[in-house]
């Protein structure tokens, strides 16, 4: 099976219609593909910002959307996404499958890296090595018991314990280091993101993207310059991007309409109509696919940070349901999104996932919810602290407050605890063993498919996070591990089908999470500008052009 083959696996064609579909908001200024070769007198700087922080630049820290979408600008993986989602060949030009179990990629000849050191299976070999270690949180792009084996200097094979049709779908982001780099500058092993200080290599990145770094001020500014020795054609006509972290919302729009900033993400859906009304600026809309969603602690016996002592409400699914029932997701969808959010029971976009629309919402009832709350014993409620980010969701501390003023309705008194998203993660996530209770989160499913939130998100995990690594709150029902062993396994569609259906539906029954909505993304553009708006949010610079 080759690399065209393999397209067509991971992204079926019913989801590529429905990809495609929603990808009809992918935003592709007028002229982008007009054909025009870039000329040196063109080229300009891009300065855009965002409302969250760029820090470690080791591509296996952080398994979050900005921070790997801005590095693959610098990084490549074996694999690419096109404008569509669609796979393509990155430093692997084809892969086939001698066998069920065993997967092998051709590399790309002739690449190197930013620092002249040429790309071999060698850096494939290490970077499998690297992302497996300690620290690092990119440790499910691969099966765990899997095998890393080099042919030679441009093959490399994956052997499988078990069939997995879907092993390399999320490989756009598993970024290739280069071996030989990362030996000279102490960068063998992954600087956790608990890391009090930034080392000296986690301040650079030595990948084989179109474009190097120049400097990086984290938390503050980054400037990349292009690679003028990159494998790969470009569409871009630019000399230099600078990214900023802008936290203020009102701060990133006047630089926008003041021709400071190119591009802002997000614009505050408050600002929307007013951008799009000034001469400078339009805002690009699309429906995004990362599912915003709570998640409550149902695994301590106790719960931590609470009034409720010896014992879990969370435990209960009444309480959970509860708390679902008690909040009023179009209340949010109008007044906080603004109409910017598209409510959900599922958490995967039902984009991804159409069987999926079979699932409803459970309704916003306060008389049930306090119906049930009294039945498991709270009748009268219990106090407990919400953690929340403040600069990674779209108006996510806004959805934590409108969530805690909704409870407090079913006699739940939140002390909102709201942070950047570098201290959350911290907190709510593996490093500090999962210190939360409640709290916010939003996934987008870097395979598209579904088996990768059940994976990450839904299947049982341990208090250290063996299991499903990104499942805050601990949520587990053996019967959707099961389930999810078979799904990764199965090439039926229709019977694999079911099967994810059958797990979202448990999920749904026991409200083991509780989805709210997907988000939309929302880009402040100049005028003059022009950009490809994928649906995962990323920005990829090589698709950037400047009148």
């Known amino acids: 099976m080759r690399s065209d083959a393999a397209s067509q696996i991971f992204t079926a064609p019913r989801i590529r219609a429905a990809v495609a579909a929603t990808l009809a ?10 054909g025009s070769t870039p000329t040196a007198n063109a080229r300009k700087t891009f300065k855009f910002a965002y409302q ?3 820090n470690s630049l080791d591509p296996y820290t952080l398994n979050e959307s900005f921070t790997l979408g801005t590095l693959a600008n610098v990084a490549e993986g074996l694999i690419k996404r096109d404008e569509k989602l669609n796979i393509i060949p990155g430093l692997a030009v084809r892969w086939e499958m001698p066998e069920p179990t065993r997967w092998r990629f051709h590399l790309r000849r002739g690449v190197k890296f930013h620092d002249g050191s040429p790309f071999t299976a060698d850096d494939v070999m290490f970077s499998a090595e690297r992302a497996r270690s300690a620290g690092s949180q990119l440790k499910t792009r ?3 018991d899997a095998k890393v084996q080099k042919i030679d200097d441009y093959t490399v094979d994956f052997v499988l314990t078990s069939p997995n049709p879907i092993l390399i779908s ?3 982001t598993w970024f290739i280091v280069s071996k030989r780099w990362s030996e000279a500058n102490g960068a063998t092993h992954v600087q956790p993101a608990t890391a009090t200080a930034l080392s000296p290599f986690a301040l650079k990145i030595n990948g084989t993207g179109p474009f190097m770094l120049a400097s990086h001020e984290p938390g503050v500014r980054t400037v990349f310059r292009p690679n003028p020795n990159y494998w790969g054609s470009t569409n871009h006509n630019l000399s230099e991007v600078v990214f900023q972290s802008v936290h203020s919302d009102a701060t990133r729009v006047a630089g926008l309409l003041s021709g400071e900033l190119d591009l802002i993400d997000p614009v505050p859906v408050q600002d929307i ?6 001469a400078k600026a339009t805002v690009f809309t699309a429906a995004e696919l990362r599912t915003i969603f709570l998640n409550m602690d149902s695994m301590r016996e106790e719960l931590q940070h609470s009034s409720v002592k010896g014992r879990n409400p969370f435990k209960d699914v009444r309480v959970r349901r509860a708390f679902y029932q008690a909040i009023d997701i179009e209340a949010i969808k109008a007044k906080v999104m603004r109409g910017m959010a598209s409510p959900t029971a599922l958490m995967i976009s039902p984009v991804l996932f159409p069987p999926g629309q079979a699932l409803q919402r459970w309704p916003h009832d306060i008389p049930t919810a306090k ?3 009294a039945e498991a014993g709270y009748g009268d409620g219990f106090q407990l602290v919400m953690d929340c980010p403040n600069d990674r969701y779209v108006n996510d501390e806004e959805i934590c407050q409108a969530v805690s003023g909704m409870l407090a309705r079913i006699g739940v008194q939140i002390s909102l605890n709201v942070m950047p998203k ?3 993660f911290e907190k709510a996530g593996p490093t500090r063993k999962y210190d939360s209770s409640f709290n916010l989160l939003g996934w987008t499913p870097g395979s598209l498919d579904s088996w990768t939130i059940l994976a990450n998100l839904v299947i049982c995990r341990d208090a250290a996070g063996k299991g499903g690594t990104f499942n805050f709150g601990g949520y587990c029902n053996p019967r959707i591990d099961a389930l999810a062993r078979r799904i990764l396994a199965e090439n039926n569609e229709t019977e694999r089908d079911r099967m994810i259906l059958e797990a979202f539906d448990l999920l749904h029954q026991d409200a083991g999470m509780i989805p709210l909505h997907q988000q939309m993304l929302a880009w402040g553009v100049a005028k003059g500008v022009h950009v490809v708006q994928r649906a995962d949010g990323h920005i990829r610079f090589a698709w950037l052009r400047k009148e």
């Open 142 to 144: 691969f099966p765990a």
């Open 25 to 34: 908001a992918v935003a592709v200024a007028t002229g982008f593909f007009n």
């Open 52 to 54: 969250g922080n760029l």
């Open 170 to 172: 999320e490989w756009e």
């Open 371 to 373: 119906r049930l709350m």
């Open 273 to 278: 109509a007013r951008i799009k009304a000034s």
């Open 422 to 424: 570098a201290q959350y």
